[in-house]
Each structure stands twice: as structure tokens, then as C-alpha cells.
């Protein structure tokens, strides 16, 4: 359905009108928020990989202009 996988879907329950909290229906809200967190981390994660990759793609082009010019 809409193209989501299963896994990222997140059960969660408004709390606005509850008096007394259930402990099984609590558990489900950390969960997703478990979730939610390590989603957050692989993200960062990957960002973190491509801001490196581009950083040494740079610094190589930087030092094969460097050798090019130092070869004129």
C-alpha cells in the first residue's frame, strides 16, 4: 500500500484522553520510537559515508590538478 514496506510503518496511539497508561500499548510507543531512532542513525550513517566519499573524490581532484600544474 503506497509503496511502504511493512517495517516502516509505526503503530502509535494519541495519549491525549488517557488517564491510566497500559503497559501494552505503551510498549508499542517505544518501539516505534526505538525505530524511529535507528532509522535516524542508518540515515546519518549514510550521510556521513557520502560526506566522505565526496571529501576524498575532492581531495584527489585537488591533487591531480596540483601535479598537473606542477608538471607545466
Not at 10 to 24: G, R
Not at 60 to 66: D, F, I, R
Request: glycine content about 2%; cysteine-free; aromatic content about 6%.
Amino acid at each position: 500500500m503506497f509503496g511502504l514496506q511493512l517495517n516502516n510503518i509505526l503503530p502509535v496511539q494519541n495519549y491525549v484522553s488517557e488517564m491510566e497508561l497500559d503497559v501494552d500499548t505503551s510498549i508499542l510507543a517505544l518501539l516505534a520510537l526505538r525505530q524511529i531512532l535507528n532509522l535516524t542513525e542508518d540515515y546519518m550513517e549514510g550521510l556521513q559515508t557520502k560526506m566522505k566519499r565526496l571529501k576524498v573524490s575532492a581531495d584527489n581532484y585537488e591533487q591531480s590538478s596540483e601535479e598537473a600544474n606542477d608538471k607545466e
